[in-house]
């Protein structure tokens, strides 16, 4: 099969980012009515697993055999660690920290690219993942930041789960020079959904809250079908036609999409210092994927 093409996966990562955005808001309105988060995000994969599942099997683009690769499963426990600690770090910090620390994994994503696939970005791709990160800065300072010594424990553990992403996107990349997208994305959310069962099992022995009220269950299904999903499938097939480092920067689209959803549903304010930030991240997704890579590894095909 052909690699895709590079503007058709430039618009599904995008696509893929706009959905994601959706999440932020979707999770912390669904929390309120549930008794742990990590019990919630379990649910919610589970959701996603069985509408992933019966989709790519209908269909027929999805073979049981992908799940004997032990990278799939590492793939799996990268994306589920990375999802606990990020629900736990923001129990110890701040949202707008939260936020900083994890999307800053562009940078995690450009170096982990370069030692595996010896990516090169050329100095307008450079200066639209520095634009990028500086809007990411405006962003979540316009809430106001403390870096106070309180916080230093949820920060590193939020930093860390953007450093799990990164390598979960260049493991992804990796991937689809044996697998389809379709393959790799169901398989990413299979084995996550069975890595969770681990602290889920942990929370029932210490007798954790595992009350969902109804209210959960809608924000578990939209978030479990759309950004877990659909959003996941979206992205991986994007990954065909553009590199691990571009997918991570046009993937700074989400927190615009989450900033306009919360002001809108949420009812927050969104002042000067973030709308200069929302519009460096735009300049920013621009900028890296308009511009082609000279030192790119090529985008991959599979059979």
């Known amino acids: 099969m052909p690699p895709r093409d590079r503007r058709n996966a430039v618009l ?18 669904g ?24 989709i790519v099997l209908l269909l027929k683009k999805f073979s049981f055999k992908v799940l004997k690769d032990p990278v799939i499963w590492l793939v799996g426990a990268l994306n589920a660690g990375s999802f606990i600690a990020q629900y736990v770090g923001l129990t110890l910090t701040t949202a707008s920290k939260t936020v900083l620390l994890v999307d800053i994994n562009v940078i995690a994503v450009a170096l982990v690219s370069y030692f595996a ?37 949820g920060d590193m553990i939020v930093y860390l789960s953007g450093w799990g992403w990164a390598f979960f996107i260049v493991l992804n990349k990796k991937l689809l020079s044996r697998y389809s997208a ?44 759309a950004c877990t ?53 735009l300049a920013a997704i621009y900028l890296v994927a308009s511009s082609g890579h000279k030192g790119e590894m090529p985008a991959v095909s599979h059979t």
């Open 117 to 153: 696939f010896r990516e090169r970005l050329n100095r307008i791709q450079t200066v639209g993942i520095l634009v990028g990160v500086a809007g990411i800065v405006l962003l979540t300072a316009d809430g106001g930041m403390s870096f106070g010594e309180d916080e230093f424990l």
């Open 182 to 225: 379709i393959e790799v994305s169901t398989a990413a959310i299979a084995t996550s959904t069975v890595w969770l069962i681990l602290p889920v099992a942990y929370l029932g022995f210490t007798g954790t809250d595992f009350t969902i009220e109804p209210m959960a269950w809608a924000a578990i299904i939209y978030l479990g079908i």
């Open 31 to 54: 929390l309120g009515y549930a008794g742990n988060d990590i019990v919630f995000l379990w649910l919610r994969f589970i959701v996603a697993s069985v509408a992933t599942l019966a």
């Open 229 to 281: 999903s659909v959003a996941t499938l979206l992205w991986a097939m994007g990954l065909e036609g553009v590199s691990a480092t571009a997918s991570a920067t046009i993937m700074l689209l989400e927190i615009v999409t989450a900033l306009v959803i919360s002001i809108l549903l949420l009812d927050e304010s969104l002042k000067q210092l973030a709308l200069i930030g929302a519009a460096l991240v």
């Open 12 to 29: 599904l990562t995008a696509f893929a980012s706009l959905i994601w955005g959706t999440s932020f808001p979707g999770v912390k309105w």
